[in-house]
């Protein structure tokens, strides 16, 4: 029982913090400011996964909700006099990273990207390299901070899982003799194209 009101408490520092940045974040587009109290609510959960029970650590180490939102504002152009506080704590960036001394750094998005086509382009070559290629393109994609997850399950299935479908149904579903040796290329170059144009869908809806 106890266990269960710490984490009713805990929950409620956590939404009690979101809804004061979006508060001091009003004069933000909303989509701004939503974007802003996802990426905020999305930090802090991984962090609470590194550390169970350090909501209110993790809250100090973000900030004061008004230093946050006059950043936000000042990063949108919504004017400095528009009630941000003259002085204060020192101002911390937005977009942040998990804490909790884990030392790992933003993938970069072309990193992101570039991989399910060098994936495919390997496993032209070498099939399971091309395999564990996509699997770690995965995974680097769900850990990305660059995208939101209906985003990054978009992205999975256009650029692996359907790929990925589509290999797997032609090997252990057609028997080579009986289609034209052309067809394994024209169903290599779909998908290459597929993957291609997932990728490029994930770079143009990247988040900077």
């Known amino acids: 029982m106890?266990?269960?009101?710490?984490?009713?408490?805990?929950?409620?520092?956590?939404?009690?913090?979101?809804?004061?940045?979006?508060?001091?974040?009003?004069a933000l587009l909303p989509e701004r400011r939503q974007?802003?109290?996802?990426?905020?609510?999305?930090?802090?959960?991984?962090?609470?996964a590194e550390r169970p029970g350090g909501t209110r650590e993790i809250l100090?180490?973000?900030g004061d909700p008004r230093t946050i939102a006059a950043t936000a504002l000042q990063e949108s152009g919504v004017g400095a006099g528009s009630g941000a506080p003259a002085a204060g704590p020192a101002v911390v960036p937005v977009t942040v990273e998990p804490v909790g001394g884990s030392g790992r750094r933003r993938t970069p998005a072309w990193v992101v990207v570039a991989l399910p086509v060098v994936a495919m382009l390997a496993g032209i070559l070498v099939g399971v390299l091309g395999l564990v290629?996509?699997?770690?393109?995965?995974?680097?994609?769900?850990?990305s901070r660059h995208w939101d997850w209906n985003q990054k399950?978009?992205?999975?299935?256009?650029?692996?899982?359907?790929p990925t479908v589509i290999a797997l149904g032609y090997n252990f579903g057609v028997s080579s003799g009986d289609v034209p040796?052309?067809?394994?290329?024209?169903?290599?170059?779909?998908m290459l194209v597929m993957v291609a144009v997932g990728a490029g869908w994930l770079w143009k809806v990247r988040k900077a």
Do not use: M
Request: proline content about 1%.
């Open 153 to 162: 399950w978009v992205g999975v299935a256009v650029t692996a899982f359907l």
């Open 2 to 26: 106890k266990a269960e009101n710490a984490g009713d408490t805990e929950r409620a520092l956590v939404e009690q913090y979101l809804a004061a940045v979006g508060r001091e974040a009003s």
């Open 35 to 48: 974007e802003l109290v996802s990426d905020l609510a999305e930090h802090i959960e991984i962090a609470l």
């Open 133 to 143: 290629l996509r699997i770690v393109g995965v995974v680097v994609l769900c850990r």
């Open 181 to 190: 040796t052309f067809v394994p290329w024209l169903l290599t170059g779909a």
């Open 60 to 62: 100090s180490e973000l």
